[in-house]
């Protein structure tokens, strides 16, 4: 991650620690962690009764600092989001043997009971990943060296990490100079750095989206991770900012062709990808007049092989660039596409 | 302020706090608020060299107190934006006798030494009125009765909320059931109640937006003050949160007819008023698809009366709808089109 300042930026690699959970569906952190930056994770760590299994070496605190490990990541959600108490004496643990401890809970570990002096007396850090750097700054606005592509979409949750995680290691894979840059917690700990951006002080939510891809070498991309929907009701005005700060050269449209209403918000209606490619362009011209659109990544998961061709050539009928699922398509014509 | 829940709620009527202050500029807030709130202001206090005048009663706090005060405001804006320690016996005494601390400062009152000791003997708030209210909502994007207006701007610092004062003030002298609504720190303390929308988790700009203007009686229009622009590179987000959450019927449109270029941002032209137009409803039409333009509001401080004239009138030719600069014309028209 170089070059990246004023971000959050954790101290690889990670023991994962999975509590006592037996529901796969509770360590989604745990298991993108161990999909999308397996070189990162050291092993993992249980107390008992716990049943997740990411088949990584079991070990304990010190095991896993002797193994290299410099972090011990909370990758599953227990229930309140808050961390059980019992968990404090193998976090205290964790940290005397020097391992950061990195959470993207909602209560803070500073509160987790004799958590706060055991860091303190060991030197380590208590990351808690939503939690923004101190002293962000205000967007300039100004154009940066390097090239960036961001993911936008229709929606929430319909794939924006995947795709930018996916198209960044296939750019990679191909040669090419790219990073994925983090922009909610996941992505900040599966890349070692990052801005959670929807909690950042409105004010600064462009400056933030400025640190996180910052002036590069002139053939770099990063690979932005895209927040929310410019056509939220709740949650557009994060978008917004996001996208001035990111200054895209390249956007990457992110939708799922089986939704028609935003998710818990039946209110509002999905606008139709030419709306949304319109609105999108629109607003990213503001900081970067050249921005333009390379690509289509669809949600295809619930959709047999036929139909998953059918809405993407669709897809591409619509927009005239190349639409790609990652999870079951190349991106490689996006990213021909991508590179202009 | 009937119907106001979840925003900062300040007890009226105030002291006006001037320290030593020898320079007006410097008491931008406290003469603000008695030229906009002048029926809460009861006495303004001065420490020993203060020779800022607001023609008001001298009172100390008791004298105050005794008057119907119940908040003592910081009027002024010490070098550094921090409380000078020399002002703390002074706010103490303020405590001690039953008046609220209000300040704008980046300093939280907390941090002024034995204040906030001396604030929980006596049982008064501190309040510090850029904070936002704890357990702010996520917005829900629900139509909710009562209407709506709406500042919005081509940029900062152009007039949005001396606009929506004049134009609440204008409605009420018509009679018209109306309330300003306070979207920055100086608005909330002339209203008494409202959130500084940029100090709020980007996630919950929206959100708060809904709070600030709840609902109201179908008759009732919420005044609201415009914060940013959605044409300016750091605050664009602010601004669009700010509008969905506020689902205007009537949007205003201010103006600086001399104005090209986005202040300190000056790499950014300012928009044509048709441009801003257009992506404003546009916007705002997603939260309320009824959502029109009634009026532009023109800030013609450095022009001539004739130039004035044919700045306004040029703007009326521009958008269609009436023109007007609340500092010397009439609002209205503008009211007659807003009320549609």
């Known amino acids: 991650m170089s070059g990246v300042f004023n971000t959050v930026v954790l101290r690889k690699p990670y023991l994962l620690f999975l509590g006592e959970e037996t529901n796969p569906l509770k360590a989604k952190t745990a298991f993108g962690l161990r999909d999308w930056a397996a070189e990162s994770c050291v092993g993992q760590a249980r107390m008992s009764g716990g049943t997740v299994e990411l088949s990584l070496p079991e070990l304990d605190p010190a095991a896993a600092f002797a193994a290299g490990a410099r972090s011990l990541v909370i990758g599953v959600t227990p229930p309140g989001g808050r961390v059980p108490a019992h968990w404090a004496p193998l976090l205290i643990e964790a940290a005397q043997v020097g391992l950061d401890i990195v959470s993207g809970l909602h209560t803070p570990l500073e509160s987790v009971p004799g958590l706060a ?82 909690a950042v002080i409105a004010d600064f939510i462009a400056g933030a989206a400025e640190c996180i891809s910052p002036e590069a070498a002139p053939d770099h991309w990063d690979v932005i991770e895209g927040q929310g929907s410019l056509f939220h009701p709740a949650y557009a005005g994060v978008t917004l900012g996001l996208l001035h700060g990111s200054q895209p050269d390249v956007l990457i449209m992110c939708h799922d062709p089986l939704r028609s209403r935003i998710v818990s918000w039946p209110d509002y209606a999905l606008p139709s990808l030419k709306e949304a490619e319109q609105l999108y362009l629109r607003m990213a011209r503001m900081t970067n007049p050249g921005a333009r659109l390379a690509g289509v990544s669809l949600n295809t998961a619930a959709l047999d092989d036929a139909a998953a061709q059918e809405a993407l050539a669709q897809a591409e009928r619509e927009l005239g660039v190349p639409a790609f699922d990652p999870m079951r398509t190349p991106l490689q014509r996006a990213i021909a596409a991508l590179l202009g």
């Open 117 to 198: 002096p055991a860091a303190a007396r060991a030197g380590i850090r208590l990351v808690d990943v939503r939690r923004p750097p101190d002293n962000l700054p205000r967007a300039t606005g100004k154009r940066r060296s390097g090239k960036r592509v961001a993911m936008v979409g229709t929606d929430c949750a319909l794939g924006k990490k995947y795709t930018a995680l996916a198209l960044a290691k296939a750019m990679q894979e191909q040669g090419l100079n790219a990073d994925f840059r983090a922009t909610g917690q996941t992505g900040v700990m599966i890349a070692g750095a990052g801005i959670a951006i929807d």
